[in-house]
């Protein structure tokens, strides 16, 4: 392979390519020290390793019965629309709807230049204050949704052996055209050894679905690793972002004085019906920024 070098003040550097050597390269590292190479270097392959550019999404009704399907679904349709405005692809995998056409669960494959990076703090538990439709006495409720991001990478750091999976069959039904309807093309996996399962239903094929579910399920035994590897090493940014768990709350959208607030930064913002339509840019950029707010915990 050909490589190309140039000088630095202070030492050499090696690109892979020629190509690779621009002039924005150059311009970038032609004044720093080796410290400051050593570290945009690192920060450059965390890029590549650590944000990929595919994610699982998964939401999921908690406490509250039908108004917490509703409010899944209408999360679901926020990052939706979000990932409309960042150019991404959307796809659903799995969906599970209730009565009210709300979500039990839902799971969503998000394909797009830094999806994980700017999605990574959005896993937890989200909480809506509101009145529900149904509500005749006018009283104010309080329901849950839970939020999962997994990144999709290409290595994973664990061995998977295969007589730990269990793998069941159904039809899918819905939309697809007759094979998906009269075949059993939906599949679900079961990671026997810690109970993690995996449904995909809109894939066309049974295969197709196959290799879907046991991406998403790796995914999450890829997740399950890392979090036990962070809880040994408990930082500053995990303290000031939290855990990133899905038991955790992190944000509550109060829609009767139109609020959203992000307990983890302790910060507010207002115009529910435009963020509920995709507007969390803001958001999304403060918590990225880790700087903490004065919001009182509600």
Do not use: C
Request: aromatic content about 8%.
């Amino acid at each position: 392979m050909e490589h190309g070098y140039f000088f630095t003040k202070k030492f050499l550097v090696l690109a892979p390519s020629r190509s690779q050597v621009s002039k924005k390269h150059i311009r970038n590292y032609l004044y720093m020290d080796w410290e400051e190479f050593k570290k945009n270097r690192n920060a450059n392959h965390l890029d590549l390793e650590e944000f990929p550019n595919e994610i699982v999404l998964e939401v999921r009704a908690g406490a509250g019965g039908d108004e917490a399907s509703l409010f899944a679904w209408e999360l679901a349709h926020m990052y939706e629309k979000f990932a409309e405005m960042q150019g991404w692809q959307w796809k659903v995998n799995y969906e599970s709807k209730s009565d009210l056409s709300g979500y039990k669960e839902a799971s969503f494959e998000i394909k797009g230049k830094d999806v994980f990076k700017k999605m990574r703090y959005e896993t937890g538990v989200h909480r809506v204050q509101r009145i529900p439709a149904t509500e005749k006495n006018g009283r104010v409720h309080t329901s849950t949704a839970s939020v999962a991001v997994l990144p999709i990478r290409k290595k994973i750091t664990f061995q998977v052996n295969p007589a730990d999976f269990e793998t069941e069959y159904s039809r899918s039904g819905g939309k697809g055209g007759q094979n998906v309807n009269k075949v059993e093309t939906a599949v679900r996996i079961i990671h026997k050894p810690t109970g993690l399962d995996v449904r995909s239903t809109n894939e066309r094929s049974q295969l197709a679905n196959r290799e879907k579910a046991m991406m998403i399920l790796t995914a999450k035994l890829q997740q399950l690793e890392e979090e036990k590897e962070a809880s040994k090493h408990a930082g500053i940014r995990k303290n000031q972002i939290g855990t990133g768990d899905r038991s955790e709350k992190i944000r509550t959208y109060n829609f009767s004085q139109d609020r959203v607030t992000d307990h983890r930064i302790k910060k507010s913002w207002h115009n529910l019906s435009k963020i509920m339509e995709g507007g969390i840019g803001d958001i999304i950029e403060s918590i990225d920024s880790g700087v903490v707010g004065e919001e009182e915990e509600e």
